[in-house]
């Protein structure tokens, strides 16, 4: 009986320090990071990294990317739309001024390309954890049921 009890503490033991997997998916305001359901942000992301440098390398430049990538796009989002309407304005004296849209298109195009190549990362940075997951778990013991000349007993094999 003690036995069994140590067998089935071992194997609660090993499955609660299994490392769980990261994903990236889309909601209303864009990608996040999720871990098991919960979305996590990036900062949280780098300290469950656990020193792996090129997964806290590919996090840090996605947040950089994305921040950066947001900062361009909305403003420049603005300031085309802002002219388009004023363009769909019939009063004569409302001219648009075009340079400001054309700016602005620039910079929502730049920001939306840069903030791509950071999800992008995110990504990839999620996967690399994974595959890191997996490979690091080859510890797969199985418990069986076997017979010696001393009676039926359990066999835990690594």
Do not use: C, H
């Not at 009986?1 to 499955?15: G, R």
Request: net charge positive.
């Amino acid at each position: 009986m003690k036995k069994l009890f140590l067998t089935s503490v071992l194997f609660i033991s090993l499955s609660a320090f299994s490392q769980s997997t990261w994903e990236v998916k889309t909601n209303f305001w864009g990608k996040g990071l999720y871990e098991s359901g919960n979305k996590i942000s990036i900062g949280d992301a780098i300290e469950k990294a656990n020193g792996q440098e090129s997964i806290i390398k590919k996090l840090r430049s996605a947040r950089t990317q994305r921040t950066i990538g947001a900062i361009m796009a909305y403003p420049g989002a603005f300031a085309f739309g802002f002219t388009l309407g004023q363009s769909l304005n019939t009063t004569p004296t409302n001219k648009p001024n075009w340079t400001i849209g054309g700016l602005g298109a620039g910079l929502m195009i730049g920001g939306l390309i840069l903030e791509g190549s950071g999800n992008k990362k995110l990504r990839e940075s999620a996967e690399e954890y994974n595959s890191l997951s997996k490979t690091s778990s080859n510890f797969n013991p199985e418990l069986g049921l076997f017979s010696s000349e001393n009676g039926l007993g359990f066999r835990l094999t690594f």
